[in-house]
């Protein structure tokens, strides 16, 4: 696995350590003025857990980073490196969270925080070639804003590194620092602005910490492992439908291959002793599907 590629602003568990950081906020709040394209007063950065005091296995949940802006706006904002063909769902399953639970109690509903969620996107999921892609709430017939409380982004930086338009100077300028592929455009990028210069600087002194290149590495491999697993499980699943000679023995065979991968993943995570919740939220099987496999295991003697 190349060093290089692991310890890229990509990988998730570096980004969130970039821009998450105490002291960092400045450079989080310039990267959010260059995709939302305001000016930010104020921001504010809720710190969850501080990243080198967590186990490694904690880490194989969402990365994510959340701050208030300009004291109304709640901010997600995520690096995300693996393709579960679910990203739509689940960016409004997070928005929805965070929507609900920002109504403080004795507060009325339009007191509630506005909610934008930004995912940035190691993979393509649109069709076309414009890498930034905004969804809002809008009347069907006149395209006219329902409400502004709903905002969603997806970064797709594959587009983003074929796209040859100027558009948004700032916004391109932090993809290019984040994607790390072109030296002259990220040399530009680091004279022209002070805040990714601080941010590059940060970032040279993250990869010379020993203990966050490991747990990079472990979470790079995790998510490898991961992907590899899936599609293994769901080569094979296809494999059974095509031996059926049917197109619905086809998607039943593609099931059972999903299904299949996912309980690979909860195996090698039960095996870890990683906790039922995390092993539910990133395979998707109920509590007592895992409970099931625990048992198997437990008298196979295996764990």
């Known amino acids: 696995m190349n060093e290089n590629a692991i310890l890229k602003v990509t990988n998730d568990y570096i980004f969130k350590s970039l821009f998450s950081k105490k002291g960092n906020e400045d450079i989080l709040k310039d990267l959010l003025e260059g995709i939302?394209?305001?000016?930010?007063?104020?921001i504010e950065v809720m710190q969850e857990v501080e990243l080198n005091r967590v186990d490694i296995k904690d880490k194989l949940g969402i990365l994510d980073i959340k701050a208030i802006?300009?004291?109304d706006t709640t901010i997600d904002i995520e690096m995300q490196v693996s393709n579960e063909k679910n990203m739509i769902e689940r960016t409004l399953f997070y928005w929805s969270g965070l929507y609900y639970t920002g109504l403080k109690k004795g507060k009325r509903y339009e007191e509630?925080?506005?909610?934008?969620?930004?995912n940035i996107l190691r993979y393509n999921i649109f069709k076309g070639a414009k890498y930034?892609?905004?969804?809002?709430i809008k009347e069907k017939n006149d395209n006219k804003e329902i409400t502004d409380k709903l905002e969603i982004h997806f970064i797709e930086l594959p587009k983003f590194l074929k796209s040859k338009e100027q558009g948004n100077k700032k916004l391109r300028q932090w993809l290019e620092f984040i994607c790390n592929e072109r030296k002259e455009e990220i040399s530009v990028a680091v004279r022209e602005n002070e805040k990714i210069a601080k941010a590059n600087s940060e970032w040279e002194y993250l990869k010379g910490d020993e203990a966050v290149k490991r747990l990079a590495f472990l979470r790079e491999k995790w998510i490898r492992d991961y992907d590899s697993g899936v599609k293994n499980a769901e080569e094979?699943?296809?494999a059974i439908g095509e031996k059926r000679g049917k197109k619905i023995g086809e998607a039943r065979g593609k099931e059972i291959g999903e299904k299949k991968g996912r309980e690979e993943i909860a195996i090698k995570m039960i095996k870890k002793k990683m906790d039922e919740n995390l092993i539910s939220e990133v395979t998707n099987l109920t509590i007592t599907e895992i409970e099931k496999i625990k048992q198997k295991l437990e008298k196979q003697n295996v764990i």
């Open 112 to 118: 509630n925080n506005k909610v934008i969620t930004i």
């Open 36 to 42: 939302l394209e305001i000016r930010i007063e104020k």
């Open 69 to 71: 802006i300009n004291e």
């Open 132 to 136: 930034h892609t905004i969804g809002l």
């Open 236 to 238: 094979e699943g296809i």
